[in-house]
């Protein structure tokens, strides 16, 4: 019999841990397995970081795609920062070459300017539809057109003894053809929900969902796939929403309400009898 391949067998596991606690999980496996650092950080979807631009003050996200080293790369600035506190061009090679895809790319200046409007326009997009929150938008080069990723993040705490946090990745690839692109959109969504009241007791709802589409829209400058771009992961968040809202949560309450009942049993069990006592009064 062949040997599990370990990549595999780390997806799987991954598959099987608490979702809430992906990160803790990834980082043991990859000290277990310093090989698979690569694949598994850029295969695995994990809650979002939050960082602070140094030299705008702007809060950022920090995902894989915007990643050099130990080094992030600010949208706002345009530039890598280090741990330490220095800053740099960052994502150059040997031959000074910074266009291509992969770990500290750098985008062309013409994708650099799409990235900033992008920012600009999914900073709007948060502010009206989470009131609040991080969004960061990541573009690099490909051989025949552009690829990025939109990441938006919003924690809620309610009350001090509930928590909900929200994190989305959208990785797109934009292939341009003539006066139309083909678009392929994949995007997830991490999903943490936590309380502990004395009625209800601890609970906890954690899980992520993917989703994928492609389509093909009409372009006719660089802000024409801005739109396309915010069209394709607004529709695809409402989708996600309301699968989320209708689907998962209509079934979790379901399941929950079948398990435990918040009322005592002697006033269930009483509502039950007064139940059975009409329905045997209109047999009569």
Not at 175 to 203: F, Q, W
Request: aromatic share 6%.
């Amino acid at each position: 019999m062949a040997e599990p391949d370990q990549f595999d067998s780390a997806l799987d596991l991954l598959r099987r841990l608490d979702p809430k606690h992906t990160t803790t999980h990834l980082n043991s496996l990859i000290s277990l397995v310093p090989s698979l650092t690569e694949d598994l950080l850029s295969s695995v979807d994990q809650p979002l970081t939050i960082a602070r631009c140094r030299k705008t003050g702007r809060d950022y996200l920090l995902c894989d795609y915007n990643r050099d080293g130990d080094s992030y790369r600010s949208p706002w600035s345009g530039e890598f920062e280090t741990p330490s506190g220095g800053t740099g061009a960052g994502g150059a090679d040997d031959l000074g070459n910074n266009e291509g895809a992969g770990d500290g790319a750098v985008p062309s200046e013409r994708v650099r300017k799409m990235e900033v409007r992008a920012n600009e326009a999914f900073d709007v997009y948060r502010e009206l539809y989470y009131e609040g929150g991080v969004s960061s938008v990541y573009f690099w080069n490909l051989d025949d057109g552009f690829a990025g990723v939109v990441l938006l993040k919003k924690v809620a705490t309610p009350s001090g003894k509930s928590e909900g946090t929200w994190d989305s990745i959208h990785v797109f690839e934009a292939v341009d053809r003539a006066r139309t692109a083909h678009y392929k959109l994949t995007s997830t969504v991490i999903l943490h929900l936590s309380t502990n009241s004395e009625p209800l007791g601890d609970m906890d709802l954690s899980g992520n969902m993917t989703r994928q589409i492609e389509s093909d829209l009409p372009v006719d400058d660089d802000t024409s796939h801005i739109a396309n771009i915010g069209k394709l992961v607004e529709d695809m968040e409402l989708k996600m929403r309301n699968l989320l809202q209708e689907v998962y949560f209509g079934k979790a309450k379901d399941v929950v309400g079948d398990l435990r009942s918040i009322a005592p049993l002697t006033e269930a069990n009483r509502d039950k009898a007064t139940h059975q006592e009409m329905i045997n009064s209109m047999k009569r």
